[in-house]
């Protein structure tokens, strides 16, 4: 199956976090498993690190790619189709990086690993 992986659930895998749902973690494991990030993800990372809002052990150029590769997990780009699914998304979160990964499952029809509800309104399939 391939999967999208919300940011914070990225943030939590690579960390061991306990946060991360057993379901959450088993999928990411599961070699079986197409395991995707947005650009849009690594992308809030990169913004919240530079903010101050985000802590990592390693230096972000150290743990991306790096880790992304260690962990079979690929970057989903941002295309031209998830920005006009963007377009067309209602409102029901003015996040803009939710609203990225919300659209991204959508056009691609991706099922969401995050433990954030919000993505329920939207009607794509979350997984946690």
Same mark, same amino acid.
């Given at each position: 199956?391939?999967?999208?992986?919300?940011?914070?659930?990225l943030l939590w895998f690579l960390a061991g976090d306990e946060k991360l749902s057993g379901v959450a973690r088993a999928l990411v494991?599961?070699?079986?498993?197409?395991?995707?990030?947005?650009a849009g993800s690594l992308w809030e990372i990169a913004i919240k690190l530079s903010l101050g809002k985000l802590g990592m052990s390693v230096p972000f150029e150290e743990a991306f790619p790096a880790q992304l590769d260690?962990?079979?997990?690929? =970057?989903?780009?941002? %295309? @031209?189709?998830?920005l006009q699914r963007v377009v067309s998304l209602p409102f029901h979160h003015r996040d803009p990086f939710d609203r990225l990964l919300a659209a991204q499952a =959508?056009?691609?029809? %991706? @099922?969401?690993?995050?433990?954030?509800a919000v993505f329920d309104a939207y009607g794509s399939r979350r997984l946690w």
């Open positions: 199956m391939r999967l999208l992986l919300d940011t914070h659930a494991e599961d070699d079986g498993n197409e395991v995707l990030v947005s260690a962990n079979e997990i690929r =970057i989903l780009p941002i %295309l @031209p189709a998830h =959508i056009a691609e029809g %991706l @099922p969401l690993v995050s433990r954030d």
